[in-house]
């Protein structure tokens, strides 16, 4: 499990970032930002952009990511 909220910080703010899956899966995407599991009713997660729109937003749940990059 990684912790969403300690890369919430705003120098990552739409950065492009690589999230490595525990199921071996590698998903890339814009950064948005952390979300609470009070907000969402799943868990901590990262949002990510939905093709390109960071207007809305894509839940990756911080329990199922093994790491993450980000690239300048």
């Given at each position: ?25 590698i ?7 952390a ?38």
């Amino acid at each position: 499990m990684v912790d969403p909220f300690k890369y919430n910080k705003w120098e990552n703010r739409l950065k492009t970032i690589k999230i490595f899956l525990k199921d071996g899966t590698i998903d890339k995407g814009i950064f948005i930002e952390a979300d609470p599991e009070c907000d969402n009713g799943e868990g901590d997660g990262f949002i990510l952009d939905v093709d390109g729109d960071t207007t809305v937003g894509r839940l990756i749940l911080g329990k199922d990511v093994e790491r993450v990059e980000f690239e300048d």
